[in-house]
Every structure is written in structure tokens, then in C-alpha cells.
């Protein structure tokens, strides 16, 4: 009887949404400070506005940057992670099914043998 090896035990499949969170943070702190800054009114207006602007453009790329992903992960590897932002739900969750599908016939395959 042959085992499966630690390789191809599919452990997790997990549908996860990854990003830089240190760009939402530094977007809101720099558009906190800037709105603090222009409403004091003082001298440093130009100041506020430039960080009003680093603060939007850290939040536009922070938004850029989010992507959905299918993390596989096993008992003895990195885990595998597939990016699915251009993907329908429905597609990825035939994907997701259609893995579990594999690793089902694999086992009963080597169950048999």
C-alpha cells in the first residue's frame, strides 16, 4: 500500500483577500493630519494639502494592491497561493471543487493500489 507523501497532503484551501495594510494605515494618518493642518489654517496649508494628496494616493495604491488568492497549503511545503481577482466566484469555487475532486480520486487511487 503506498502512503501519500507529505507533499501532496492538501492540508487548507483557503480563499483569502491579501494587501499592504501599511499603505491604508499611512493613507489615513497622512489625510488625518492634513485635514488637521488645513483646518488650524495656519501657514502650513501647503503642507496639508500635500499630505492630503500623499495620503490619497497611498489609499489608490493600497486599493491597487488588493487581491483576491486561493492559498493552498500542505504538510511539507510552502504553501501555494493563485491569484483570482480576474476570476468569477463561481469560477474559483468550481476550481476550489475540482481540487478536492483530484485529491480525492488521488487517495482513492493509492488506496486501491
Do not use: H
Request: proline share 2%.
Amino acid at each position: 500500500m503506498t502512503l501519500l507523501t507529505k507533499e501532496e497532503e492538501i492540508l487548507i484551501v483557503e480563499m483569502k483577500a491579501q494587501s499592504i495594510p501599511a499603505l491604508l494605515i499611512l493613507g489615513i494618518l497622512f489625510i488625518a493630519i492634513g485635514i488637521y493642518l488645513w483646518l488650524q489654517g495656519s501657514s502650513d496649508s501647503q503642507n496639508a494639502f500635500l499630505l492630503l494628496g500623499i495620503g490619497f494616493v497611498s489609499l489608490l495604491i493600497w486599493m491597487q494592491t488588493k487581491r483576491r488568492v486561493i492559498k493552498i497549503s500542505s504538510c511539507g511545503g510552502a504553501p501555494l497561493a493563485i491569484d483570482v481577482k480576474q476570476m468569477s466566484q463561481e469560477k474559483y469555487e468550481e476550481f476550489i471543487d475540482k481540487l478536492q475532486q483530484a485529491k480525492a480520486n488521488r487517495i482513492e487511487y493509492l488506496f486501491k493500489s
